[in-house]
Each structure stands twice: as structure tokens, then as C-alpha cells.
């Protein structure tokens, strides 16, 4: 093949034929290592430790619908931390309702909506 501002034939050479020509070893090519995003986020949130963040959110924009409306404005989840959900209450009586007779319920209620690995535990704060 002869270009247009060459004066003699063009030659294609790919990297295997140019190390022969020249004498240089071969490089040898590494396997693709390239991952969809959808393989690649779910890994890097995990290292970043945004995972438990994120399911922290999703708890938090849930409690009104999961408690109910009273409890939801006497009470605030403040923390998921290690599968444990740190929960603010205004009031010792609400505490004491909360801890002693409606934990099973709402615990129960967590598991089912997140899942048993996201929410293992609510424990209730007064503050």
C-alpha cells in the first residue's frame, strides 16, 4: 500500500510482529479488568462504608410509617450503626412504652421492610 505522502509502501505493524522485528520480549497482555458499574458501585460503597449510610437514610425516611405518626413525633432514629438502630426519645413514659411493650413490633416491622442483616436491634435513647 503506498500513502499519499509517502514515497514507498506503508507498513501495518501490530505490537506482537514490531518486538520480533525489533528484538524486544513480548509484553504480555493482562485479562480485561473492566467491571460494570453495576458490579463496581455496590463493592465501592461497601469499602467506602456507605452501604450502612444509605440503609440509615432509607430508616430513617421510614420510621414515620413504620411507628405510626405519634411515636414518629416523639421519637427519632439517629444512628444505624453495625445493625443496630439508635432511636431518640422525647419523653421517659414514651421510653418505657417503647422498650418494654412495643420493641418486639417494631423490631419485627424493620426486619421485615430491611432486612434481618440491616437491622438487628433498636435500642431507645431519652434525650
Sequence with gaps: MVGPDCQGPVVVATAPVLSQIVGLA???????????????????????GLRERLHETEVIDAWS???????????APVALREGVLYVRVLQPALHYELEQISKIEILRKLKKRFGS???RDVRFRVG
Excluded: C, N, Y
Excluded at 29 to 48: F, G, I, T, Y
Excluded at 65 to 75: L, Q, R
Design 117 to 119: 442483616k440491616t437491622i
Design 65 to 75: 410509617k413504620i411507628v405510626g405518626e405519634f411515636i414518629a413525633a416523639h421519637s
Design 26 to 48: 513480548e509484553r504480555k497482555m493482562r485479562p480485561d479488568r473492566w467491571q460494570s458499574p453495576a458490579d463496581l458501585v455496590p463493592k465501592l460503597m461497601q469499602r467506602l
